[in-house]
Each structure stands twice: as structure tokens, then as C-alpha cells.
């Protein structure tokens, strides 16, 4: 839980470190913390990113859609964006979802730290909402597919305990047969192999790195070999990477 800084009320934040595998929650798990939430008047912050990006026919549950209350009365706020879904990245537009005073003041807050997004940005926001939605299921099934490379790959490194994500963009990796320090293994792989990954840490497992599969199928597979070669003692003693030949010298 943490602490609200203008009301000391209490929220909720959906996420759980115990289920690294990413697999989508349940209907009960969201009905329950919904119920549960607005019995005791506690906020329920929940993040819908990647809603639409899921695979293995998981179904997204809308956390409304277990509360008899309208949005003004609710303890629930929903907070989206074109980042992921619309692949805009860069574009850095999000909303908010939740009672009027409580928008109203966040956008309060929000004016005193930072100014309105770029024109141009909020107007390539409503092009894709109001464009053509097929782009979106076609970015999911590529997605999925990538997804599939990168598991498969992984799958075939003696050691890690690979969990097959059902939505988002990441595999999160336990590679803790190597190493229990995921700070100092995803800067190894960096300097060694320069394959960039995401320590585990800082989503409360340890040892685990993230690995993003929002790539092409041949830097998914490129990726994944250097960092086999990079800690698996029976790979061959050199590689080539971009033309370079590299030595193993640290085993």
C-alpha cells in the first residue's frame, strides 16, 4: 500500500511480484479486489496498458465491470494510454479514469510539474483512436508471434526457468542458476555481450531479468545467443558480434 500525499488515503496498486509468468488475472482475483476495495474505501489503482495486447485467447476484465456504483462514486481508477496499444511511444499521451474531484485535482498537481503534451501529439492520439482498429489486432498477433520466437529460444538454455507471458511485451526470465543478482548480471550481459535487459529487482523478484520480445524475429534469436554464449560454459570459446570477434575470457 501506499500512502496518498494529499489525502492520506489509502490505495491499491494491482501487482504481484509472487507472479512473475504474466499471466493475465483472473475474473474471481478482479471481482474480489473490486469488492473488496470498495467495502473498505480503499483506492484501486489499476493499469490497463496493454488490455488489448494479450495472447492464448486471455480475456481482459474491465475492473467497472464488478462495481454497482458510477464512476464519481467508485474507489476505482483506471489509468490507459497510445503508447503500447497504437505503438506510439514516443508520442507520451495517457489518461486517467476515475471520480471528477479527484481528476480534477490530479490535473491540478499535474499543471505545477509539467506542461500540456505537444500539439501534434494530441492530435496523433485521436487519429488512432478514431482510425482504423485493425491495426491494433494486427500488432497483437505479431506480438504473439514474437513472443513464441523468443520463448522457444529460450527454452533452449539449459538453466532458465522461462515463463510464457500472456499479454504486454516482456518475458520475465528467472536466471537465478546464474546469478542472484540481477543488477550485476544485466550489466554483465551489457559490457559482455551488449545485450540490454531489465534487472529483476525492481520488480520485487531477484534474479530474474526481463527480456522485451518487441523486436525482429532475427534480433530475438541474435539476442538470446549471446547471452547463451555469454554464460553457458559449453557454448564455443568465441563469437562474432557485429563483425567483432569476442573471446570468453571471464570463465
Known amino acids: 500500500m501506499i ?4 489525502s492520506y488515503t ?8 509472487n507472479n512473475p509468468s504474466g499471466d493475465i488475472y483472473s475474473e474471481d482475483f478482479i471481482r474480489e479486489m473490486v469488492a ?3 467495502k473498505k474505501g480503499i483506492w484501486l489503482i489499476m493499469d ?14 474491465p475492473g467497472y465491470r464488478y462495481t454497482d456504483k458510477d464512476v464519481d462514486e467508485s474507489k476505482i481508477v483506471v489509468v490507459n494510454g497510445i503508447s503500447k496499444l497504437y505503438a506510439m511511444t514516443g508520442f507520451r499521451i495517457g489518461w486517467v479514469t ?9 490535473n491540478t498537481v499535474q499543471g505545477h510539474g509539467s506542461s500540456c503534451p505537444p500539439a501534434i501529439s494530441q492530435a496523433a492520439a485521436v487519429g488512432a483512436m478514431n482510425g482504423l482498429q485493425s491495426n491494433v489486432e494486427n500488432l497483437r498477433v505479431k506480438l504473439e508471434n514474437l513472443r513464441n ?7 533452449g538454455f539449459d538453466g532458465l526457468r522461462v515463463f510464457k507471458p500472456k499479454g504486454a511485451l516482456y518475458c520475465l526470465v528467472d536466471f537465478r542458476a546464474y546469478s542472484n543478482n540481477s543488477d550485476e548480471l544485466a550489466q554483465f550481459l551489457l559490457d ?7 534487472p529483476g529487482k525492481g520488480f520485487g523478484v531477484e534474479g530474474y531479468l526481463r527480456l522485451s520480445f518487441c ?13 547463451k554464449w555469454a554464460l553457458d560454459t559449453n557454448s564455443p570459446n568465441e563469437i562474432f558480434i557485429n563483425d567483432r570477434k569476442m573471446v570468453r575470457d571471464w570463465v
Open 3 to 6: 500512502d496518498a500525499c494529499t
Open 10 to 17: 489509502k490505495a491499491i496498486i494491482v501487482n504481484n511480484p
Open 36 to 38: 473488496f476495495c470498495e
Open 48 to 61: 490497463d496498458i496493454y488490455h488489448k495486447l494479450i495472447y492464448d485467447d486471455a480475456t481482459w476484465y
Open 98 to 106: 476515475g471520480p471528477k474531484k479527484l481528476v480534477q485535482t490530479m
Open 149 to 155: 520466437v523468443m520463448v522457444t529460444e529460450l527454452n
Open 192 to 198: 559482455k555481450v551488449m545485450v540490454v535487459t531489465v
Open 215 to 227: 523486436k525482429t524475429v532475427k534480433e530475438i534469436m541474435e539476442g538470446v545467443a549471446r547471452i
